[in-house]
Nanobody
Framework: QVQLMESGGGLVQPGGSLRLSCAAFSRGIFSANAMGWYRQAPGKQRELVAA???????TYTDSVKGRFTISGDNTKRTVYLQMNSLKPEDTAAYYCKASTDLYDFWGQGTQVTVSS
């Protein structure tokens, strides 16, 4: 079993920055093919924000390109999402997902609110 724990959310003014962290905890060997950040705003579907593969390839949704950066630290089993130039439309609950050969694991989410 794998547990993902997100942190780093909060309230920030437009134009501000936040860094989200997602730490993976498991009793046994855990190897993710990819890890990603998703977000879900009230009344909207959950959407992929950014993802990183085990080889380091990254992908971003168009609305965050140039503003968000996903990165990973294998030694810490942690993936990060650096969010700069935040906009009110970035307000959402952000979720971390780890994808293995057999399963997908989700974290509980962390709230990001961008408001003046």
């Amino acid at each position: 079993q794998v547990q993902l724990m997100e942190s780093g959310g909060g309230l920030v003014q437009p134009g501000g920055s936040l860094r989200l962290s997602c730490a993976a905890f498991s009793r046994g060997i855990f190897s993710a093919n990819a890890m990603g950040w998703y977000r879900q705003a009230p009344g909207k579907q959950r959407e992929l924000v950014a993802a990183i593969t085990s080889s380091g390839s990254t992908t971003y949704t168009d609305s965050v390109k140039g503003r968000f950066t996903i990165s990973g630290d294998n030694t810490k089993r942690t993936v990060y999402l650096q969010m700069n130039s935040l906009k009110p439309e970035d307000t959402a609950a952000y979720y971390c997902k780890a994808s293995t050969d057999l399963y997908d694991f989700w974290g509980q989410g962390t709230q990001v609110t961008v408001s003046s």
